[in-house]
């Protein structure tokens, strides 16, 4: 089980860049007054503000590469850790030969991120005595080295009862009654190959009631915001802790014509609860296991009473750590849905 961009077995999946996003006026943008300006690839979204001691990156223009070749039966294992050391999207390259590819953005985060992977990875062999030939190396690669080799691999994919998630370069035929969902993910995480994804795709078809407040938690490329807004949500807050994928879900959101219902902001859930912005009747947040522990008291907060949570990306270990976080947070709990690997579990605020 991989959780990368996007999935195919048979090639590589790499992520291009994207042109920055269209620059917009703040006052069709609801929500913005009040709200301080922020500097860097924000233009004239609206912003809220950052955490304390979070800073944006130095650059969003180069990455380094990470080479991993593991044993086949720890790659789940290893796309989860570079997955939680913040890379984008993870490509198997060769799923039998165990060869992997991620991507961190080069910045001031790098060197810890790289050092708590390595260790982690260290820690894998434990588990899994083939890993002792891991082989990692890093390269600094520009965007433009990977530009356009993935989209090879994203085609139309129909998910759900209605929604039909297609790139922005392909043509499609929708059926009757079906939402067409266009998308260029470039270097975020997001495509709706991923069972995480799917997970709550199917979720937000279920629970979206005309014109409800929804809160996406890591939007990546902002596949869960947009859907939202097109199965009917009247206000829907996108947020994520990496600037480019804030700055591709905000272009995404443009492309499918949501702008006046999906705002998309460089935080995490606890800079939006002073906002305004929260709490909401849903909140969806397809992160992983860990960070959803962490930010289940966030989560809490952010939901109105009656309000329903879908926290997705854990594999079967990760899920009772976060049913007692969200205990713990005043959720409860109501329902665990899987696709292969993966589970969400839906929880309700009392
Ligand atoms: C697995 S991706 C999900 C992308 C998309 N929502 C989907 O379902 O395909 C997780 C995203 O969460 C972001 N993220 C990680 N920690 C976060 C946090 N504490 N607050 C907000 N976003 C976070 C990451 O940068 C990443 O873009």
């Not at 001691?53 to 039966?73: A, F």
């Not at 994919?157 to 009757?176: F, H, K, N």
């Amino acid at each position: 089980m991989q959780r990368g961009n996007s999935l195919p077995r048979s090639g590589p999946v790499l992520v291009p860049p994207l042109p920055p996003p269209p620059r917009r006026s703040c006052s069709k943008v609801p929500n913005c007054a009040g709200l301080p300006a922020r500097r860097g690839g924000e233009g004239d979204w609206p912003a809220v503000p950052l955490s304390p001691g979070r800073k944006e990156p130095l650059s969003d223009m180069e990455y380094c590469e990470i080479c991993l070749v593991v044993p086949p039966d720890a790659l789940e294992a290893v796309t989860h850790l570079l997955h939680k050391a913040g890379t984008g999207g993870v490509v198997i390259d060769d799923e039998s030969r165990g060869e992997v590819r991620a991507y961190l953005p080069r910045d001031e985060r790098l060197s810890r991120r790289l050092a708590a992977l390595r260790q982690e990875l260290e820690d894998l062999v434990a588990f899994f005595p083939g890993m002792s030939e891991l082989r990692q190396t890093e390269r600094f690669v520009a965007d433009e080295d990977w530009a356009n080799a993935w989209r090879e691999h994203f085609h139309p994919m129909r998910i759900g009862r209605r929604l039909l998630v297609a790139p922005t370069w392909e043509a499609v035929q929708p059926r009757s009654g079906e939402l067409v969902l266009r998308l260029d993910p470039g270097m975020a995480f997001g495509t709706g190959t991923h069972a995480s994804t799917v997970l709550c795709l199917r979720a937000l078809e279920e629970l979206i009631r005309p014109g409800c407040t929804v809160l996406d938690v890591g939007t990546g490329s902002g596949i869960l915001a947009v859907a939202a807004a097109m199965l009917g949500a009247g206000a829907v807050t996108a947020l994520d802790i990496d600037p480019l994928a804030v700055r591709i879900a905000r272009q995404n959101v443009v492309v499918n014509g949501v702008e006046d219902r999906v705002h998309v902001h460089y935080a995490e859930v606890r800079d939006l609860l002073t906002t305004g912005l929260a709490p909401v009747q849903l909140c969806v947040a397809n992160l992983t296991a860990d960070i959803l522990a962490e930010v289940a008291p966030d989560l809490g907060r952010a939901l109105l009473p009656g309000g329903t949570l879908v926290a997705s990306g854990m594999v079967g270990p990760g899920v009772p750590a976060v049913q007692s976080a969200l205990q713990l947070a005043g959720l409860r709990p109501s329902r665990e849905v899987r696709l292969d690997d993966w589970i969400a579990v839906w929880a309700r605020q009392r």
